[in-house]
């Protein structure tokens, strides 16, 4: 038998007991956000509906089972065993029973693909895709392009020593005067 309790805006408890397991579940949702957190005792079989009591920094669980009460302690996300506990000035919460556990929480959406990238432009820089291009000042980069494509594309070459542009015949750097490997 399982059993869901809503503990506030966006957090519900899932309890449910078989073969003498008894498993909870935390599921919190808020809008875009999804998070569950589960444990499992070994209880016995419960002989009573199980109770839920709201306390101030989250919940207590009362499961009467044939080897005695439990307690389970649920605060934010963490659930735990509880030594026995004073429920007397507490509020109980409404138990719903539901079939199949775990309950299937609240799903989301699923995200939209993203929407193919626009050439842009930033100053003198350029970026287009399919192939990729970029183009800032005189230099160039492709990457994805055909081998034609790539064949006629000019290549930019810089000086090793000092990073100066150079043209493909340079046999040395017109700033450093570096020799230049052809």
Same mark, same amino acid.
């Given at each position: $038998?399982? *059993?869901?309790?809503?503990?506030?805006?966006?957090?519900?408890? *899932?309890?449910?007991?078989?073969?003498? /397991?008894?498993?909870?579940?935390?599921?919190?949702?808020?809008?875009?956000? /999804? /998070?569950?957190?589960?444990?499992?005792? /070994?209880?016995?079989?419960?002989?009573?509906?199980?109770? !839920?009591?709201?306390?101030?920094?989250?919940? !207590?669980?009362?499961?009467?089972?044939?080897?005695?009460?439990? *307690?389970?302690?649920?605060?934010?996300?963490?659930?735990? !065993?509880?030594?026995?506990?004073?429920?007397?000035?507490?509020?109980?919460?409404?138990?719903?029973?539901?079939?199949?556990?775990?309950?299937?929480?609240?799903?989301?959406?699923?995200?939209?693909?993203?929407?193919?990238?626009?050439?842009?432009?930033?100053?003198? $820089?350029?970026?287009?895709?399919?192939?990729?291009? $970029?183009?800032?000042?005189?230099?160039? $980069? #492709?990457?994805?392009?055909?081998?034609?494509?790539?064949?006629?594309?000019?290549?930019?070459?810089?000086?090793?020593?000092?990073?100066?542009?150079?043209?493909?015949?340079?046999?040395?750097?017109?700033?450093?005067?570096? #020799?230049?490997?052809?």
């Amino acid at each position: $038998m399982a *059993y869901s309790c809503k503990l506030g805006t966006g957090r519900t408890l *899932y309890l449910d007991n078989a073969n003498g /397991q008894t498993t909870i579940t935390i599921s919190s949702s808020t809008s875009g956000q /999804q /998070q569950q957190a589960s444990s499992s005792f /070994q209880t016995g079989a419960w002989t009573a509906t199980p109770e !839920v009591y709201l306390t101030t920094n989250g919940a !207590v669980v009362k499961l009467q089972a044939e080897r005695g009460s439990h *307690y389970i302690r649920v605060h934010g996300n963490s659930i735990g !065993v509880s030594e026995a506990f004073s429920l007397e000035a507490l509020e109980q919460m409404q138990m719903q029973q539901i079939s199949g556990f775990p309950a299937a929480a609240p799903s989301m959406e699923p995200m939209k693909p993203m929407e193919p990238m626009k050439p842009m432009t930033m100053g003198d $820089m350029q970026i287009s895709m399919n192939p990729m291009e $970029m183009r800032m000042g005189d230099m160039e $980069m #492709r990457m994805g392009a055909s081998s034609s494509a790539q064949a006629t594309s000019t290549t930019q070459r810089f000086c090793s020593q000092c990073g100066t542009g150079v043209k493909p015949d340079d046999r040395f750097c017109s700033q450093c005067g570096h #020799r230049l490997g052809n």
